[in-house]
């Protein structure tokens, strides 16, 4: 059995070879992976060294599957404190700041005191100072514009930008299925 230090994560694919998500990337438990190949849900597109042994047979853990059912994504991703910094790819939406999300604050561009909502449309990623700034005052009167107004993104958006910001762990493996253009480019 693989020790404690390792976890030997398996990457999760789509049908298509694309993850099933960029941000969180999708990543599975070596049991997990293990348990879907037996179930023959996935294909196994790359292994780690290790392998594991039951009493009748020994497997390699593989490190990246490929679903065999193409999963449909959903096309409205939820509006969360999350998926606005992902929209606004962690960038203040006034000064282009960029932080890591527990810096970052939401400005109603619209302030909720003169009737603005809490909608996709209405609310961007803020740095404090800017938030500050702009206070209770409608964009006209401060000189505050976003950079790109707001909307709802799809999740196709948020996937890219997600993209732009890898996780802590990354198997070699993995990178011809994150990083394709990104190696051709280099
Ligand atoms: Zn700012």
Same mark, same amino acid.
């Given at each position: 059995?693989?020790?404690?230090?390792?976890?030997?994560?398996?990457?999760?694919?789509?049908?298509?070879? $694309?993850?099933?998500? &960029?941000?969180?990337?999708?990543? =599975?438990? =070596?049991? @997990?992976?293990?348990?879907?190949?037996?179930?023959?849900?996935?294909?196994? /597109?790359?292994? &780690?060294?290790?392998?594991?042994?039951?009493?009748?047979? !020994?497997?390699?853990? +593989?490190?990246?599957?490929?679903?065999?059912?193409?999963?449909?994504?959903?096309? $409205?991703?939820?509006?969360?404190?999350?998926?606005?910094?992902?929209?606004?790819?962690?960038?203040? #939406?006034?000064? $282009?700041?960029?932080?890591?999300?527990? @810096? /970052? !604050?939401?400005?109603?561009?619209?302030?909720?005191?003169?009737?603005?909502?809490?909608?996709?449309?209405?609310?961007?990623?803020?740095?404090?100072?800017?938030?500050?700034?702009?206070?209770? $005052?409608?964009?006209?009167?401060?000189?505050?514009?976003?950079?790109? !107004?707001?909307? #709802? +993104?799809?999740?196709?958006?948020? #996937?890219?930008?997600?993209?732009?910001?890898?996780?802590?762990?990354?198997? #070699?493996?993995?990178?011809?299925?994150? &990083? =394709?253009?990104?190696?051709?480019?280099?």
């Amino acid at each position: 059995m693989p020790d404690g230090g390792h976890h030997f994560p398996a990457l999760v694919l789509n049908a298509d070879f $694309r993850p099933l998500s &960029y941000f969180p990337l999708s990543v =599975w438990s =070596w049991q @997990d992976a293990v348990k879907a190949v037996f179930l023959d849900r996935v294909s196994v /597109l790359s292994e &780690y060294d290790r392998e594991v042994h039951s009493p009748s047979l !020994t497997i390699r853990l +593989p490190s990246v599957i490929a679903l065999k059912d193409y999963i449909a994504t959903s096309r $409205r991703p939820a509006f969360t404190r999350f998926n606005v910094f992902l929209r606004d790819a962690f960038a203040c #939406q006034y000064c $282009r700041a960029r932080a890591p999300a527990p @810096d /970052l !604050t939401f400005d109603h561009v619209i302030p909720r005191s003169r009737g603005g909502r809490t909608t996709w449309e209405n609310v961007v990623t803020a740095c404090g100072a800017c938030n500050l700034r702009k206070g209770s $005052r409608l964009p006209k009167e401060c000189r505050m514009f976003p950079l790109s !107004t707001p909307c #709802q +993104p799809t999740t196709w958006a948020l #996937q890219e930008n997600g993209r732009a910001f890898p996780p802590n762990y990354l198997h #070699q493996s993995w990178r011809d299925y994150l &990083y =394709w253009d990104s190696e051709l480019e280099s």
